[in-house]
């Protein structure tokens, strides 16, 4: 199966393009992208893989407008992010992205509910119907009965779950999932992911998971590979693991 | 996001608390300290309300009420000639010695008052008649005086006597009044007794008091009685903001409160705003997370500040509240003094509220730079 049959059943969600970006470290800068080049199409899930270090978590915090690129071009749903300016760019992560972070990021003395309701109202949403939202969301991934529970009361699965119904709730168009597994063990890790794959994937919504865990490749349906900042293969999931 | 602001602060019960009681100490501290600093300030200037004049002349080189420098009787007829002058009196202020029944000492302090008006007489009698003053030997004595030979186990009541200055006295009538700075009680009498019982001299007028014609007003009448030649007259609020300058300038009471109120204001800065930074850095990765999330910085600032200042108006209102517990408590002994204006309490919350804002501001500075991307490392 080539890219161009793929990109004719699904548009293109992200589009990177050349975009390079350096940290200064003394007289030479280090390079974490060095013109990478890649495309992440909509209804897929995405994974962006490669060895530590190679920029994989600094492609993911250019594509959602966290990191200011030096040079190249970012377009998210057809929207060039580097035009925009950093208001515009946080009101745009705000409708358009759902985040889930390695360490789930739930704030510890907010509950559940209280927690995956943040989005909607960072969104101005009134607090009852954010978490009216937020719960029937918890509800769907298993967690209904927990809802009024604190992070710190829940296994690694369960906070991964509450992350999930967090990045889901305002139904965003790109999701962003950084090392998803990093903090589960194989067998919860790989239920999270299924739980992403069923909730999140949707024709009109890209999935883009950072990781190195070569036990959930599986999941993807697109892989692109990266290596000392570049983009070095980009092909379906099922071409990638062949290979 | 500012209820998700609250919930963050009171759910974190620990820091909350810490918090809370830092800002309630410094409140309590600052409060209670100017408010018995105030008191002290007004116990000086008791004379001056306790006695109803509206112009006082001292001599010339008279600086507050406390301060008396004799004058001679003539000086009188010199007030009562100067124009605009309704009525002058004269006053007699001195603290002499009261000897009691057991033999024991008391000094206090002796007012006496024109014989035919007793102007400046007790403004509450709590017993007797002051009109019985013209009686032989008579005294009115305050509440403080019956209160200390009440501690030494002598009842004083209406027809008890004892000595002042050797000489017999006899208490016709009890009034209360407000308390001297040094706590000495009040001895009311006429003038001409007050003489007797004072330790002769060769001036003996303490001060005159004066009225204002109508439509003079007293701090025009003072200006005037001041040009006579070895005088210096002061309208009633002159007079009492005089007493507390001077106590300020001359006495080392407000560098003892001062210090005092300091400590407490950087006991507060050190508690709250170290504890508050403690508080934004255990939940920068939390900020981190919702400034990726999309809150911008004037949500976040405003999340920081509700934060701050909620912490700060419950630390003062426990403050504030504790400090008026302890003052109902006290005004009711008398001791040690208290008074609380409004400006104090209004004062405090403004210090507060500024070591909020620092403690805000710091905690901010740490927000500002935070990159949204660290939520990914």
Known sequence: ?243 | MLRIALLMLFRDRAKYVMLVVGLTFCSLLMTQQTSVFCGIMLWTTATVRNIDAKVWVFDAKVEQVNEVIPLREIEVTRVRSIPGVEWAVPLYLGIEQARLGDGSFQNVQLTGLDTATFVGRPMEILKGRVEDLRLPDAVIIDQVGVEKYRKKGIKIDIGTSFEINDKRAEVVAICHENRSFLAQPYVFTTYDRALQFAKPQRKMLSCVLAEPKLGISAKELAARISTIPGLRAFARDDLFWTTIRWYIKNTGIPISFGTVVIMGMIVGIAIAGQTFYLFILDNLRYLAALKAMGARMPILTAMVFLQSFSVGFVGFGIGAGLTTLFGLKVLKLETPPFFMPWQVPVAVAGVIMLICCFSALIGLRQIAKLEPAVVFK
């Open chain 1, 1 to 243: 199966m080539s890219s161009e049959k793929n990109s004719a059943l699904h548009s293109v969600a992200v589009r990177v393009d050349k975009v390079t970006k350096t940290f200064p470290n003394g007289d030479t800068p280090t390079y974490a992208l060095r013109e990478a080049s890649f495309e992440a199409l909509a209804g897929q899930l995405t994974m962006i893989v490669g060895p530590s270090g190679c920029g994989k978590t600094t492609l993911l915090s250019v594509i959602c407008g966290t990191m200011q690129t030096d040079s190249g071009r970012i377009e998210v749903f057809g929207q060039d992010i580097g035009c925009m300016s950093d208001a515009e760019v946080t009101a745009f992560r705000s409708r358009n992205v759902g985040f889930i972070f390695q360490q789930f990021n739930l704030i510890p003395t907010l509950t559940l509910v209280e927690n995956a309701s943040v989005p909607l109202i960072l969104q101005g949403w009134p607090y009852r119907k954010a978490e009216e939202k937020a719960a029937s969301v918890l509800e769907n991934l298993g967690l209904g009965k927990r809802l009024r529970s604190f992070p710190k009361q829940l296994s690694g699965g369960q906070q991964q779950r509450v992350a999930i119904a967090r990045a889901l709730v305002h139904d965003p168009r790109l999701i962003i999932c950084d090392e998803p597994t990093a903090s589960l063990d194989a067998k919860t890790g790989h239920h999270a992911l299924e739980l992403l794959k069923q909730s999140a994937c949707r024709q009109d919504r890209c999935v883009i998971v950072v990781t190195h865990d070569s036990r959930i490749f599986s999941f993807a349906d697109w892989i692109a590979e990266m290596e000392d900042g570049r983009v070095v293969k980009s092909c379906p999931a099922a071409e990638y693991r062949h290979a």
